[in-house]
């Protein structure tokens, strides 16, 4: 059974910083992209951030310069450190594995975790 388990969400002032982590089991995700979404109340799902089998990243314009995502292939795991965060950062934070097509549209992934809130305070 493959699971994706996100860790690291909480509280966090703005200014601060987190890191998420997405832990993948199941089976391997070193020969596929791995993503981030957002989801705030009352808004639609959004890309934040994507990363290629072998490390290409993208990014939201919305959290370029402030957000980096990494993966460790021997750990089956992919990261998301968020610095400057800010109040609009509030949200579900989703890991999301194996997209069939565009990696900035979530409805191409076909694996995803549960999500972690992320919440800062201004």
């Known amino acids: 059974q493959v699971q994706l388990v996100e860790s690291g969400g909480g509280l966090v002032q703005a200014g601060g910083s987190l890191r998420l982590s997405c832990a993948a089991s199941?089976?391997?995700?070193?020969?596929?992209?791995m993503g981030w979404f957002r989801q705030a109340p009352g808004k639609e799902r959004a890309f934040v951030a994507a990363?290629?089998?072998?490390?290409?990243?993208y990014y939201a314009d919305l959290v370029k310069g402030r957000f980096t995502i990494s993966r460790d292939n021997a750990k089956n795991t992919v990261f998301l450190q968020m610095n400057s965060l800010k109040p609009e950062d509030t949200a579900v934070y989703y890991c999301?594995?194996?997209?069939?097509?565009?990696?900035?549209?979530?409805?191409?992934?076909?694996?995803w975790g549960q999500g972690t809130q992320v919440t800062v305070s201004s």
């Open positions: 990363i290629s089998w072998n490390g290409r990243t």
């Open positions: 199941g089976r391997t995700f070193s020969n596929t992209a």
């Open positions: 999301a594995a194996d997209p069939r097509g565009s990696i900035f549209n979530g409805g191409e992934y076909y694996y």
